[in-house]
């Protein structure tokens, strides 16, 4: 496999992942648009649909924030360009920012200078894990503006525990209301570290929506949550509804005895991510996406 | 909840019409102004200075584009709304200053630009968040740009619309705001919301 057959595959990744939502996220708001009962919250699935829809059809991003250019990359140890993949997906950026075309959207935060091709100091942004084998596995992850203010650190006590932990979740997201584009789907990390925590929460929303935790106590507590905010009436772009979010997800790792960090990431309806395997021979297979 | 069609300039009388979940589809001229178009348009008004448009009677649309030029034309590639709350700290001068009769973005805005548009006779029309597309598939053309000094996003892009929405009214003219709505309904079940995950009450 060549440099220049990966960069194209990343391109093909950027390009699914802000031209067409992941199946589980589409059949989550159609479900979603069947079950809601207040008008104007069906009025806002049906456009958010019918957007998605165009989108599709007509290849281009199905929101004007193409957001900051985030991959999730797990690698086999023995994958022959292991070395060059950040210049593959820092050319792959490029190159889909043109031809995609997306948003230019990254600032020098402290000389406000924008290069204009979505690249620059630390992004793309890449989350490794090396594994065993050869093949190559990878997520781009495009993530919006909008749901990113809205994510929350709470460096809660051991006494505190998960009760506060579910507090912290539901009043942070009563507090976001209409500004993280609702339905959402909530990614939580528990324990690690302030770091830790919140790079789980995020991690968490690469989980398919309407998959639960494999350990029942977790998956009890995710639904909870699901339960309680759809409870909240924010509803449908907060103009009102039963769908504020689309799933919850949590993660953990283990805390230190005096700390209980509970990171909260979220993600807008228009959850950006696309996945492919690609093995050491150069074949790709898509597992987000159908792919004509 | 009543659908309207509107066509720009709007005059304040069809405005005042309008009641918060009403749906609003808008055709003729509409421009975007973000953060920096608002700070700027004031300033200029401050100073006697004639913007690049008349606004007066048009809607103001918070949205950062995707365009990109075909020979000499612009080319609209998406355009959803921004979040509006970020215009609060203009948005009521802007109104006074410029009598824009619709203001368009997401998210909702607060009280000081409720009571701004029960003054001046103007709606805020919520338009689905992230649907740029959509948004895009109602523009039938960029007529204009100014400011492109301040980049993609912050120019001041006057579009040709039709049939742009559905817009919800989420601010009317009486200065009633259902984003407002929304919060005390949450507010009332907040203690309902807790128990359902599991949580005592406070």
Redesign the interface.
């Known amino acids: 496999m060549h440099a220049t057959d990966l960069e194209d595959v990343i391109v093909n990744l950027l390009c699914l992942a802000v031209t067409d939502l992941p199946l589980d996220v589409n059949m989550a708001l159609e479900e979603a648009l069947r079950s809601e009962s207040n008008?104007?919250g069906k009025?806002?699935l049906q456009?958010?649909l019918?957007?998605v829809r165009?989108?599709r059809e007509?290849s281009?991003?199905?929101?004007?924030?193409?957001g900051i250019q985030i991959f999730y990359v797990s690698v086999g140890s023995d994958f022959p360009l292991l070395g060059e993949i950040p210049q593959i997906l820092t050319n792959a950026v490029r190159k889909g920012t043109q031809s995609i075309?997306?948003?230019?959207n990254t600032v020098n935060p402290v000389l406000h200078e924008?290069p204009g091709d979505n690249t620059g100091i630390n992004v793309p942004w890449i989350n490794w894990k090396i594994t065993e084998g050869s093949d190559l596995r990878i997520t781009a992850f495009p993530k919006?503006g909008?749901s990113e203010?809205v994510c929350k650190l709470g460096m809660l006590t051991p006494g505190q525990g998960l009760?506060g932990m579910?507090?912290f979740v539901?009043d942070s997201m009563?507090e976001a209301?209409?500004?993280p584009?609702p339905p959402t789907i909530v990614g939580i990390g528990i324990g690690g570290g302030a770091d830790i925590c919140m790079k789980l929460a995020k991690e968490q929303l690469l989980r398919p929506v309407g998959y639960r935790h494999s350990n029942p106590k977790i998956a009890k507590m995710e639904n909870?949550?699901i339960?309680?905010?759809n409870?909240?009436?924010?509803?449908?772009?907060?103009?009102?509804g039963d769908t504020t979010v689309l799933d919850v997800h949590i993660g953990m790792a283990m805390r230190h005895p005096a700390s209980f960090p509970v990171g909260l990431a979220v993600q807008?309806?228009?959850a950006r991510r696309a996945s492919a395997t690609i093995t050491r021979k150069g074949k790709v297979e898509y597992t987000s996406h159908k792919v004509k | 909840?009543a659908t309207y069609e509107l066509t720009t300039p709007v005059s304040e009388e069809e405005i005042r019409k309008l009641r918060v979940?009403d749906?609003v589809y808008i055709s003729g001229k509409v421009f975007t102004a973000r953060d920096e178009a608002h700070e700027r348009a004031l300033n200029w008004f401050e100073s006697n200075k004639q913007l690049p448009i008349q606004p007066k009677g048009l809607a103001v649309f918070h949205?950062?584009?995707?365009v990109?030029k075909k020979g000499e034309e612009w080319e609209l590639?998406?355009?959803?709304p921004?979040?509006s709350?970020r215009m609060e700290m203009f948005e009521d001068k802007f109104l006074e200053a410029f009598q824009v009769r619709v203001v368009i973005g997401?998210?909702?805005m607060g009280a000081r630009t409720a009571a701004a548009m029960k003054k001046v006779g103007a709606i805020y029309g919520?338009f689905?968040?992230?649907?740029?597309?959509?948004a895009?598939?109602n523009v039938r053309k960029i007529t204009d740009v100014a400011w492109l000094d301040l980049?993609?996003?912050e120019a001041l892009w006057i579009l040709e619309v039709e049939r742009f929405g559905?817009l919800?009214v989420?601010i009317d003219a009486t200065g009633e705001n259902?984003?407002e709505?929304?919060?005390e309904?949450?507010e009332q079940?907040?203690q309902?919301?807790?128990q359902?995950?599991?949580?005592s009450k406070t």
């Open positions: 008008p104007t009025n806002q456009a958010i019918e957007n165009l989108a007509r281009i991003p199905m929101c004007q924030d193409t075309p997306l948003r230019p924008n919006g909008g203010n009760n579910k507090r539901i009563i209301g209409a500004k584009c909870e949550l339960q309680a905010l409870k909240t009436g924010i509803g449908p772009m907060g103009l009102g807008c309806w228009a | 909840m979940n749906i949205c950062g584009p995707i990109r590639v998406a355009a959803g921004t979040t709350t997401k998210g909702g919520a689905t968040g992230g649907a740029a597309v959509l895009a598939n980049g993609m996003p559905p919800i989420a259902l984003f709505q929304v919060k309904g949450v079940r907040r309902e919301i807790y359902i995950a599991g949580l």
